[in-house]
T-cell receptor, first 117, second 114 residues
Framework: AQTVTQSQPEMSVQEAETVTLSCTYDTSENNYYLFWYKQPPSRQMILVIRQEAYKQQNATENRFSVNFQKAAKSFSLKISDSQLGDTAMYFCALVSYSGGGADGLTFGKGTHLIIQP | DGGITQSPKYLFRKEGQNVTLSCEQNLNHDAMYWYRQDPGQGLRLIYYSQIVNDFQKGDIAEGYSVSREKKESFPLTVTSAQKNPTAFYLC?????????????FGDGTRLSIL
């Protein structure tokens, strides 16, 4: 079984600050992908960033970047120049591939990020 | 616009009743998924389907059933055997098995017990 752990239930930072959300995971598969999803109060699930396990280079998307430490099974999300619109639940998720098919995402319990004006 | 449509937005279930949540996608995606979200929790996988007429149980399939008769549609039935159905249900889809493509989500259905 695979697991995803987010150890920070809630974080609060001031607008324009940089914040890092932690995530650790466990899987026995070699072929897997990691994601960060954002869920604002509207409850839509919005993809923030994606990382292929076979790539050593950390993924970046504008103000969002990850620190992927494969040996440590760690996948943290850094948000630079945080904005009020970044306030949301953030979920770390993992999908593994065994036998050629994806088995669905495994999610952490989420981190509630609050950006203070 | 391409996307995933879930209906209804809100649904109420009476004791002993089966209810069906609809999920339709026009993204031409092969794979579809159903997740359940409880307050303060992450999403948990109920069922998923990689191709038409085939589906697999996820982590919490008991009390639920699905069908995949068409590529675009993946309805979820919450049966009377599911004793705690109150939750937020999200449907998702993705393209190309094995390629790590991200899942796209619908807007969800909130199910409550009357």
């Amino acid at each position: 079984a695979q697991t995803v752990t987010q150890s920070q239930p809630e974080m609060s930072v001031q607008e324009a600050e940089t914040v890092t959300l932690s995530c650790t995971y466990d899987t026995s598969e070699n072929n897997y992908y990691l994601f960060w999803y954002k869920q604002p109060p509207s409850r839509q699930m919005i993809l923030v960033i994606r990382q292929e396990a076979y790539k050593q280079q950390n993924a970046t998307e504008n103000r969002f970047s990850v620190n992927f430490q494969k040996a440590a099974k760690s996948f943290s999300l850094k948000i630079s120049d945080s904005q009020l619109g970044d306030t949301a639940m953030y979920f770390c998720a993992l999908v593994s591939y065994s036998g050629g098919g994806a088995d669905g995402l495994t999610f952490g319990k989420g981190t509630h990020l609050i950006i203070q004006p | 616009d391409g996307g995933i449509t879930q209906s209804p937005k809100y649904l109420f279930r009476k004791e002993g009743q089966n209810v069906t949540l609809s999920c339709e996608q026009n993204l031409n995606h092969d794979a579809m998924y159903w997740y359940r979200q409880d307050p303060g929790q992450g999403l948990r996988l109920i069922y998923y389907s990689q191709i038409v007429n085939d589906f697999q149980k996820g982590d919490i399939a008991e009390g639920y059933s699905v069908s995949r008769e068409k590529k675009e549609s993946f309805p979820l039935t919450v049966t009377s055997a599911q004793k705690n159905p109150t939750a937020f249900y999200l449907c998702a889809s993705s393209s190309h098995r094995g390629s790590g493509q991200p899942q796209h989500f619908g807007d969800g259905t909130r199910l409550s017990i009357l």
